[in-house]
């Protein structure tokens, strides 16, 4: 039997960008009191019109309507791009998520959404950065996206349909629960298409957060989830804890959405050459490229010792 989860209603800060260049120092101290208190916080007020993120979910959709055979010519690779179906095996649940990706660089007919939401993660790296006492362009500078070497991306995600009227297997997993490598995610969900559930990394103790308590988040039209991300926390010294989170799998009719969900996911990751240091410096300064490299790293080493419990 699947284990029990327990649960409570946190209130989810909302942050609002509006008249950011007057307000910043008001946003930043929002910003902070959210990343150190909270864990996590959505936006609002930001400049992305809710009709550019439908018509980026419709790009989503035509594309994940396409044949596994069209779709496997854009295959996931090492280079952390591409398409994958319930490929995706995560340390936390150790079966493959239930859902389908294209994980995309900077490409056509996407670029305009990617500027867009990379218009709303500079505002947030900039009160970051402020936050922590460094110089406003600091974090902006090692997320340049004109840098060939950036390794910043937007995921398309599609999670698969179930059907209500029959049993869920136990191991059936939409997302299983994780924390992010980058620095910040932007999330963008659509209304309706709920299951998504957070827990601060403050608030746990156990294993992936498994055994802590977690809120569910429900899709707003307009609002941005925010993820603190394993970057963030460490270029924080640990002020700013990365926030784990998943997506349930729907399990009781009268309550769950069983039907397909369509999210994306604007991961803030750095330019490989860029130097990662806190302010307190109470980590070695390592580049953008090793940082995520040991993050991947660290995810299948996880995975395997993972398998390997399985398999006792
Ligand atoms: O689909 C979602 O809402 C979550 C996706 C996610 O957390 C991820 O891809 O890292
Ligand atoms: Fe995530």
Redesign the pocket.
């Known amino acids: 039997m699947a284990k029990q989860t327990k649960y409570s209603n946190r209130t989810i800060p909302k942050i609002s960008l509006h008249d950011f260049d007057t307000r910043i120092d008001t946003i930043a101290a929002e910003l902070v009191a959210a990343a150190e208190t909270d864990g996590f916080f959505a936006v609002v007020g930001h400049e992305i019109p809710w009709h550019d993120v439908s018509a980026q979910f419709a790009q989503a959709e035509r594309f994940f309507a396409l044949s596994d055979v069209v779709k496997s010519t854009v295959p996931f690779t090492r280079q952390n791009t591409g398409w994958e179906k319930a490929a995706q095996v995560r340390p936390s649940t150790g079966q493959p998520d239930q859902k389908e ?1 294209y994980q995309m660089q900077f490409r056509k007919a996407s670029l305009a959404f990617m500027r867009k939401a990379h218009v709303v993660s500079e505002k947030l790296m900039i009160c970051l950065a402020r936050g922590l006492g460094f110089d406003d362009d600091y974090f902006v500078r090692a997320h340049d996206i004109t840098d060939p070497d950036i390794q910043t991306v937007l ?1 398309l ?1 599609h ?1 698969f349909p179930l059907n209500p009227a029959a049993r869920v297997p136990d191991t059936h997993s939409r ?1 299983g629960a ?1 924390t ?1 490598w980058g620095l910040l ?1 932007l ?1 963008f ?1 659509r209304p309706g298409e709920s ?2 559930e957070i827990c601060p990394g403050r608030d746990v103790f156990t294993e992936f957060a498994l055994g802590d308590t977690w809120t569910s988040v429900e899709p707003i039209e307009g609002e941005i989830i925010c ?1 603190i991300g394993d970057l963030l926390m460490s270029w924080s010294d640990d002020r700013f804890k990365s926030n784990f ?3 349930r799998t729907p399990r009781d009719p009268t309550v769950d959405y069983f039907g397909p ?1 369509y ?1 994306m ?1 604007y991961f803030n990751q750095p330019v490989r050459s860029c130097r990662i240091q806190g302010p307190l410096k109470k980590y070695p300064t390592i580049s953008g490229a090793e940082f995520i490299q040991a993050a991947i790293q660290r995810n299948y080493a996880a995975l395997e010792a993972r398998m390997a419990l399985d398999r006792i």
């Open positions: 990706s995921r995600l999670y997302a994780h992010d995610t999330l969900q299951g998504l993820n989170h998943r997506v969900r999210s996911a």
